[in-house]
């Protein structure tokens, strides 16, 4: 065991309380997880479960108020805003429910953005994006403004952007929560196609169907997990096209 | 991120809201426009001023002679004549403060030439006065101080006066000119002048050596100076030494016990130019001052569409955190946004203040005068009120908490 590389996240008592005005809201109550290089994991739960603020305490965009995180052995639990915004460019990419694409930005210049911040120079950049959505099959739309796009192919513009920075892992929070059910699948058969490639994937949802693409599902309730199970993911295989499908705007470029 | 990244990130954002972003920086473009406007066309004004002072000649100290009562009513200054011709030696061989003495004893006198005449002054004067006055001569000479000796019936005219009596063209010098029906001879004329600060055609004068005016123009009084008497002095400095020297130098001769009044006083010519350049002053100080409120108002523009701003960006401030931008970058974005308003604003401002300046100047008749140092100060203080105004928004977008920015509706 000591001489294994250490586990991609590792959380050891993790409490996070939030005060709502007089009272104080217990949204983690000890939470002890360790998620390996490569999984695929699904967190389920009802709202209010501590799912959501879990979510942020792995994305680094919170710090819990007792315990510790190790992200790849390093224990970020105490880290300064800068430090943890550092971490979150480095090592994470972030997939959201509403896309949060910058509105009137090309998709290009979306993927884009990480990458700014990584201090990346404009030629490599404009590469390196560039792969990424081909990777995610829009390479042909890099120049259309979210807008022009279908829900489907801003969220997977967002995938480019999680991926662009090369990340170990990616933090999808409900990603298919604005999606229809084609455009779902395919966004999560492109998820199986990232964590084959051996990044690991963390994805929140409170769909059971979702859930089922994951090799593992951790279920929280309370602020505590209550479930942690592995399971044979079911393959995500797109939907044939149907004629009343959401097309793509056509769009006069 | 490099600055140019910053600045070209800044830009686009602007440039998707282009109505908004050219009302915000409307505030400032009108107080830069103002500044530019107003600082040019009081500089004009200022030069104009100086320019037409420094025609009267520099450093100029004038001496006129006291009032007289009689039955109780106060005569004008220089009602009754107390200075003497001795006082006149006294100044040019004492005062060493002044550079050089000359009377002007002025009177009105009908001229003729062959065919023309003309109504004109007259000034009794020593050839010092071109010196005082500064003034030189387009053709022929100045009467010389042998001629003020002999009482030589000489003239030097003006330009206005050689026009009304022998026309634009005519060679003047050698002409006769009958000033009271005495004939002179015309052996200089003076250069054109123009306007005095007082509006009087400068040009529309005649200097005779003081002797021959005594005894041709205007008798009596030989001992009396029947005017002032004009100095300059050796230097701008010099002008207060001057006065007090010609005080005591006066007040000596006329026994005047200390305590009483003079019977005489002393002017110079620069406390006047410096009324109405300090007037001047207040009046640029007063536009700058509502072009520096204007300033202030667009730049709480600028704070209030900034703020507007962040509010409407919390989800994208949000967004760009989370994918990594530092607290820093942040704050950049948002005061590097505040600046190029502000500096854009502060430019057009300038372009339109230049363009007004210039159209107004042309049509005063003034010098045009703009200053680098003026468009560097609007375009610097413009940016210094982007930076102002711009850092409180900008240190809100930064302080905002990722989770709660990106769960912003």
């Known amino acids: 065991m000591a001489e294994t590389a250490p586990p991609l996240i590792r959380l050891e008592g993790v409490r996070k309380v939030y005060p709502m005005g007089d009272v104080e809201v217990q949204a983690l109550r000890g939470v002890d997880l360790r998620i390996d290089e490569g999984e695929f994991v699904a967190i389920m739960g009802s709202s209010g479960s501590g799912k959501s603020t879990l979510m942020h305490i792995l994305g680094c965009l919170d710090r819990p108020n007792s315990g510790h995180f190790w992200l790849r052995g390093r224990d970020v639990s105490d880290l300064e805003p800068d430090a943890l915004a550092e971490i979150r460019n480095e090592t994470l990419g972030f997939v959201f429910q509403s896309f949060n694409l910058l509105p009137r930005t090309s998709a290009v210049e979306n993927v884009e953005l990480p990458l700014l911040y990584g201090g990346v120079g404009g030629r490599e950049r404009r590469k390196r994006s560039v792969e990424a959505l081909e990777r995610v099959g829009l390479a042909s739309r890099m120049h259309h403004h979210p807008n022009q796009l279908s829900g489907g192919q801003q969220q997977r513009v967002a995938i480019a952007r999680a991926l662009v920075g090369r990340p170990r892992l990616i933090l999808a929070d409900e990603p298919t929560g604005n999606l229809d059910s084609r455009s779902s699948v395919e966004i999560m058969a492109l998820f199986q196609a990232l964590g084959a490639s051996g990044i690991t994937l963390v994805l929140v949802t409170h769909e059971p169907d979702i859930a089922q693409y994951a090799a593992r599902v951790i279920v929280m309730r309370d602020g505590r997990v209550r479930e942690d199970r592995r399971q044979v993911p079911r393959p995500a295989v797109p939907l044939p096209v149907e004629a009343d499908d959401e097309p793509a705007p056509e769009v006069v470029s | ?409």
């Open chain 2, 1 to 409: 991120m490099n600055p140019f990244e910053t600045i070209r990130m800044a830009v686009r954002a602007l440039l998707r809201n282009k109505l908004r972003s050219f009302l915000t920086t409307l505030g400032i473009i009108i107080g830069v426009f103002a500044v530019i406007a107003m600082v040019a066309i009081g500089e004009g004004a200022k030069a104009q001023v100086e320019q037409t002072f420094a025609s009267m000649g520099s450093n100029i100290v004038i001496v006129m002679p006291g009032t007289s009562t009689q039955g109780g009513a106060m005569g004008g200054m220089g009602s009754l004549p107390t200075l003497t011709w001795e006082d006149l030696r006294a100044l040019r061989n004492e005062a060493s403060a002044i550079k050089a003495v000359a009377p002007i004893l002025r009177s009105a006198a009908q001229v003729q030439s062959e065919d023309q005449n003309w109504t004109t002054t007259v000034i009794g004067s020593s050839p010092e006065i071109f010196e005082i006055r500064a003034w030189k001569i387009e053709s022929g000479a100045i009467f010389t101080a042998s001629d003020v000796d002999i009482g030589a019936k000489v003239a030097v005219i003006g330009r206005t006066v050689a026009d009304k009596l022998y026309g634009t063209t005519a060679e003047v010098v050698g002409q006769t000119i009958r000033i009271k029906n005495v004939p002179f001879t015309v052996v200089g004329l003076l250069e054109k002048k123009g306007q005095s600060a007082m509006g009087q055609d400068q040009d529309d004068q005649i200097f005779i050596p003081q002797s021959t005016w005594q005894s041709k123009i205007q008798g009596g009084l030989q001992k009396f100076v029947n005017g002032m008497i004009m100095m300059t002095a050796v230097s701008q400095e010099a002008i207060p030494r001057a006065e007090s020297q010609i005080k005591d130098i006066l007040r000596d001769r006329h026994h005047i016990e200390p305590g009483m009044d003079d019977d005489f006083s002393v002017r110079n010519l620069s406390d006047m130019a410096n009324a109405v350049e300090s007037s001047t002053r207040v009046f640029t100080g007063l536009l700058a001052s509502i072009a520096a409120v204007s300033l202030l108002v667009g730049g709480i523009g600028i704070m209030n569409i900034m703020l507007v701003s962040v509010t409407e960006r919390t989800r994208e401030i949000g967004l760009r955190m989370a994918v990594g931008a530092r607290r820093r970058h942040i704050l950049a974005q948002f005061l590097v946004e505040a600046l190029v308003l502000s500096i854009a604003g502060g430019l057009v401002g300038v372009v339109g203040g230049f363009y007004a300046a210039r159209a107004l100047s042309e049509s005063f008749g003034w010098p045009m005068l703009f200053r680098t140092e003026t468009v560097l100060l609007a375009v610097g203080f413009s940016g210094a009120v982007g930076i102002v105004f711009g850092i409180f928004p900008a240190r809100k977008a930064s302080r905002l908490d990722p989770i709660t920015a990106l769960r912003y509706e």
